[in-house]
């Protein structure tokens, strides 16, 4: 069964950078539609960025497009989401999920079927 686990996390300064990885085991990444998440306390989840199965197609909420850069490389299988020009409003638990019922890159996290266990990161002011 495949399992997602996130990383990278942690603390960065208004303005700053920060790279999250997804890193997929027990199954291979092409497979899947591959797509970012992230919830904030008493917040409903929220889409953030998703990516087509060979990376072609890229999808990204209004409020990170262009400071948010998804990446994939299925012979590492891994995911990775570069996030620049961080706001504390990027304060989250972070999600890396996986669809793989088609090859669109859905906003709606009801449409993926598998998540990893979330990674926290925080941006001061």
């Known amino acids: 069964q495949v399992q997602l686990v996130e990383s990278g996390g942690g603390l960065v300064q208004a303005g700053g950078s920060l790279r999250l990885s997804c890193a997929a085991s027990g199954g291979t990444v092409s ?74 890159v859905s906003r709606d996290g009801k449409e993926y079927g598998l998540w990893g266990q979330g990674n926290q990161f925080t941006v001061s002011s």
């Not at 999600?95 to 088609?102: E, L, P």
């Open 31 to 104: 497979t899947f539609v591959m797509g970012w998440f992230r919830r904030t306390p008493g917040q409903e989840r929220e889409f953030v960025a998703g990516i087509s199965r060979f990376g072609n197609s890229k999808n990204y909420a209004d409020d990170v497009k262009g400071r948010f850069t998804i990446s994939r490389d299925n012979a590492k299988n891994t995911v990775s989401l570069q996030m620049s020009r961080l706001t504390p409003e990027d304060t989250a638990v972070y999600y890396c999920a996986a669809k793989s019922d088609s090859c669109y």
